[in-house]
């Protein structure tokens, strides 16, 4: 979404730009200086009577226009009752009926989740059709990682909310095998991930590997990430963290591929898959607790020599 905000603020610089989000994201937006307001709709605490609280609440504001990226209910209801003069969305969205403007939602095609999202403003005149993402570590995020630059690092995210789009743990051994032990490792992820990362700082004591789960907030996360000698992730959150601060990125996609649209856009970027043809993939557009044919070749069949660049 962030690449929609910076183009709509470099073409109406004196434009007021809110943001909806949903509760829990709301702190990657923190200090973007292009945001002057970030809305938050609890969905867990009175989900409805939260939700029509905002409308009533964008209706007040009396938007110009209001632009709904995602094809729930929930934002074709805020975009296409919200009274703006232009409401625009995706054609699929249940609600698009309300909306005057609709758009095509292109998926498995090639085309990047950034030029999606872009292609609802294509209206506006000069409006790019891509753009990289951006986050805004602040000072004090920056600082909190200051003792971690002080030598050569690289980054592993090795985690992923699904089983089939993670790398398994032997696999990671094997890229640290590769990186050799000149440089810490440090590895990042949440807190639910700290004890995999543990695991795999344990498997490999003779190593200089950091775990670094749960310590870090996600904008002080990208602020390590952007100065990594590289960065090491699967198809999940910390490749787009990667893109939003132009971070050296290698991105592992197993059960899905990039023709999805959410490959990295760092500057120097690197996708490695199956060399194999493998008639089960993708599974599915997102990802499943365990391979579903059970061999998870399109795992095992990743050479991991080729991450080193």
Not at 81 to 90: H, T
Request: charged content about 25%.
């Amino acid at each position: 979404m962030t690449p929609l905000v910076k183009e709509l603020n470099r073409l109406y610089p004196d434009s007021q730009i809110d943001v909806l989000v949903r509760k829990g994201n709301e702190s990657l937006l923190a200090n973007n200086p292009k945001i002057h307001e970030v809305m938050i709709w609890d969905k867990k605490q009175k989900k409805y009577p939260h939700l029509f609280q905002l409308l009533r609440k964008i209706r007040k504001e009396k938007y110009d226009e209001v632009i709904g990226i995602q094809r729930f209910a929930s934002s074709g209801i805020l975009t296409g009752m919200s009274n703006a003069e232009s409401r625009v969305g995706f054609q699929n969205n249940p609600f698009s009926y309300l909306f005057t403007r609709k758009i095509p939602h292109e998926f498995n095609t090639g085309k990047h989740e950034v030029e999606r999202n872009l292609s609802l403003i294509t209206h506006h005149e000069g409006a790019k059709t891509l753009v990289r993402p951006e986050l805004f570590p602040s000072q004090e995020d920056e600082q909190a990682v200051y003792e971690y630059h002080k030598q050569p690092y690289y980054c592993i995210a090795p985690a992923s909310v699904w089983f089939t789009k993670q790398l398994t743990q032997d696999k990671w051994e094997e890229l640290i095998d590769f990186l050799g032990n000149e440089h810490t490792i440090y590895l990042l992820g949440s807190p639910g991930d700290f004890e995999l990362c543990e695991r795999l700082k344990n498997a490999k004591p003779n190593f200089p590997i950091q775990n670094l789960a749960g310590k870090l907030s996600l904008l002080s996360s990208a602020a390590l990430m952007r100065n990594a000698k590289r960065n090491y992730v699967n198809d999940s959150g910390p490749l787009h963290i990667a893109s939003a601060v132009n971070a050296k990125v290698t991105a592992y996609f197993l059960s899905t591929i990039p023709a999805f649209g959410f490959g990295p856009l760092s500057e120097d970027s690197q996708i490695l898959e199956t060399d194999l043809d493998l008639p089960c993939r993708p599974c599915g557009m997102h990802g499943h607790k365990a391979c579903p044919e059970g061999h998870f070749k399109c795992n095992y069949s990743i050479d991991m020599k080729k991450s080193l660049r």
